[in-house]
């Protein structure tokens, strides 16, 4: 298990926020830590790597995931246990690789995941790919700056303080399995997940206001200037703030639309209601109908971390993510609910057989995976 995700989980367990399955791998992981001899040669369970995916594959389906307050034991008494959980964790595994012999994987050409790039739409309607784009300075308009530096990120600077605001409109694009950074001109940075799209005019004010207007999801870490809220509009709601970081996730295909609030505060108006939100919660608009929720804000952005987080998730929600980052088409064959529930976690960056392997450790789900085209079955 890799350090972000024992963080995640550490972090929800303090927090009295984990299920019976995030509990149960945590203790799982620490258990076998806390034996001394313990090494993943001994596991006799296909090596480090099969250990590893079964131990964060504990895929549940249908199962009660109301959150959990959490007793933490003294380190001495956990080893007194540790044994027991080790020869239960075993025999768990060897069930998971025995069930992934049954339902096999069909992948005729597996996927690779997405990678860094966009399109920048200038006010004058030039189009620039920026993965083609060499380094250095792309673009000047109204005394602003546009720049492309080594590590990929979009910086806008204005060259003159004084400058007037200005309505020439540039937009970032994401495609299917792209994603972006772009640091606007008053320092704010965003993220943008695949198919997405942040539109802003070159200067950023408008009026005496900082805006943009989003489509698709995007993370933020907006800089402090009371003199100029920072709103992000999108085509359900509007989201005010004066200097936090948060996240946004309004695709159009999606029936709801999703603010989560990591640092600060920011006010979200809907077409009926309006909320102030605090962190560690999310703002749910579904058709015009705010409501709050207590959640662990850092999945929202597991995307950003480069990890695919699902928690008690559709699977038709799931699978959305994946089409969206591997950049494929979703087949459902019939008999396959897509409403679902798994909960689980994987590297966005691995190819997408990876994701469908820790779905599949149901036993309950088939994949065929034919070039952009992934078929679920029962």
């Avoid at 995640?8 to 926020?17: E, F, M, V, Y």
């Avoid at 596991?43 to 549940?60: P, T």
């Avoid at 993370?219 to 989201?239: C, G, L, M, N, W």
């Avoid at 608009?285 to 959640?295: A, P, Y």
Wanted: aromatic residues 8%; charged residues 25%; proline residues 2%.
């Amino acid at each position: 298990m890799d350090k972000q995700t024992l963080d995640s989980l550490t972090q929800k367990i303090n927090l009295g926020a984990a299920t019976d399955q995030e509990i149960g791998l945590f203790n799982a992981y620490m258990n076998l830590l806390a034996i001394g001899n313990q090494d993943w040669a001994h596991m006799n369970a296909g090596g480090e790597e099969s250990v590893k995916m079964a131990l964060w594959s504990m895929v549940y389906k249908g199962m009660d995931s109301k959150p959990k307050t959490v007793k933490l034991f003294p380190w001495r008494k956990v080893a007194a246990v540790a044994a027991m959980f080790a020869v239960i964790i075993t025999a768990t595994i060897i069930l998971f690789l025995g069930t992934q012999h049954e339902n096999r994987l069909v992948v005729v050409n597996d996927v690779s995941p997405g990678r860094e790039g966009a399109i920048l739409t200038l006010s004058n309607g030039k189009k620039i790919r920026l993965s083609d784009a060499v380094n250095g300075e792309i673009s000047k308009e109204t005394g602003v700056t546009v720049t492309k530096t080594e590590d990929g990120q979009l910086v806008y600077t204005i060259g003159d303080s004084n400058i007037p605001s200005t309505n020439a409109m540039n937009t970032l694009t994401t495609g299917m399995g792209e994603t972006y950074r772009v640091a606007l001109p008053d320092g704010t940075k965003v993220w943008l997940n695949a198919a997405s799209s942040l539109s802003y005019s070159a200067s950023l004010l408008d009026k005496g206001k900082r805006k943009v207007k989003l489509s698709g999801e995007g993370y933020f870490e907006v800089a402090k200037d009371k003199q100029h809220p920072f709103i992000v509009s999108t085509d359900r709601e509007e989201v005010e703030v004066l200097g936090t970081h948060f996240n946004i996730e309004s695709y159009r295909d999606n029936d709801k639309m999703t603010t989560t609030l990591l640092e600060g505060s920011v006010r979200v108006t809907g077409a009926r209601d309006m909320e102030v939100l605090k962190p560690g919660f999310e703002a749910v608009d579904h058709g015009g109908t705010i409501k709050l929720n207590k959640v662990n804000a850092e999945d929202a952005i597991d995307w950003k971390n480069g990890m695919f987080i699902f928690q008690d998730e559709e699977l038709q929600s799931i699978m959305k993510r994946v089409s969206r980052w591997y950049n494929v088409e979703i087949i459902y064959d019939k008999g396959v609910d897509r409403s679902e529930r798994f909960g689980g976690g994987v590297s966005r960056y691995d190819k997408v057989s990876k994701v469908l392997e820790t779905l599949q450790f149901t036993g309950d789900l088939k994949f065929k995976v034919e070039g952009r085209r992934i078929t679920i079955m029962k």
